[in-house]
């Protein structure tokens, strides 16, 4: 089982939806959870971070946490061509010296 | 604010050459300093950290090293590429214990010929 994992898609939605992206983690221990935005050729970009069970919203963007079920899901509400892009999530383990554990992320495509 | 520079953008060397891309952190210190690859198409992968000067932790066992002459400056090298070597390397920073948001810089893309 993969530390951190994600479906890779690719994961298509209309313009104006609500793209929904998934990602699991197997260390109940994990404290930190992270999204990335990675454009075709570019570097990652944060997004969202949550540290704690619920939902954490920033613009069109909503984290969501629940450590009960070890998963972290990021919606994209009212999706543009220009969300199109890879999308990371990456994990914070207690013990893991200051290490992140990335999934091998969810390419999205907003369809115009 | 805090920014991260790293350099070249873009490399293209033979086999056996040896490398060295360089990142530097600006607006902080003491940060925790970290090099990815990234293959095409894959996930990112962890190859050295630091936590202060003089201190690094490595990831997977290969050609390539790391070192730390100043708090901000990471520096990762190799003394003979390997055509295995090939990808896009990503320096990133974050400061605290690790449970802070890494930052990455824009990376290098590397070819070897």
């Known amino acids: 089982q993969k530390e951190v994992e994600q479906n890779s898609g690719p994961l298509s939605v209309p313009e104006g939806a609500i793209a929904s992206l998934n990602c699991t983690y197997s260390d109940r221990g994990s404290q930190s959870f992270f999204w990335y935005r990675q454009y075709s050729g570019k570097s990652p970009e944060l997004i969202m971070f949550?540290?704690?069970?619920g939902d954490k919203e920033d613009g069109r963007f909503t984290a969501q946490l629940n450590k009960a079920s070890q998963y972290v899901s990021l919606l994209i509400r009212d999706s543009q061509p220009s969300d199109s892009a890879t999308y990371l999530c990456a994990v914070f383990r207690s013990g893991s010296a200051r290490q992140l554990t990335f999934g091998s992320g969810t390419q999205l495509t907003v369809l115009p | 604010s805090q920014t991260i520079h790293q350099w070249p953008a873009t490399l293209v060397q033979p086999v056996g050459s040896p490398l060295s891309l360089e990142c530097t952190v600006e607006?902080?210190?003491?940060?925790?300093l970290y090099w990815y690859r990234q293959a095409a198409g894959r996930g990112l992968q962890l190859l050295f950290y630091?936590?202060?000067?003089?201190?690094i932790s490595s990831e997977v066992p290969q050609n390539l090293s790391a070192s730390r002459p100043q708090d901000r400056q990471f520096i990762l090298s190799s003394k003979k590429l390997l055509l295995s070597d090939s990808g896009f390397y990503l320096c990133?920073?974050?400061?605290?214990?690790?449970?802070?948001?890494?930052?990455f810089g824009d990376g290098t893309r590397l070819s070897i010929l």
């Open positions: 949550i540290y704690s069970n």
């Open positions: 607006g902080t210190s003491n940060p925790n």
């Open positions: 630091s936590v202060g000067i003089g201190q």
């Open positions: 990133a920073w974050n400061g605290g214990k690790g449970d802070q948001p890494q930052h």
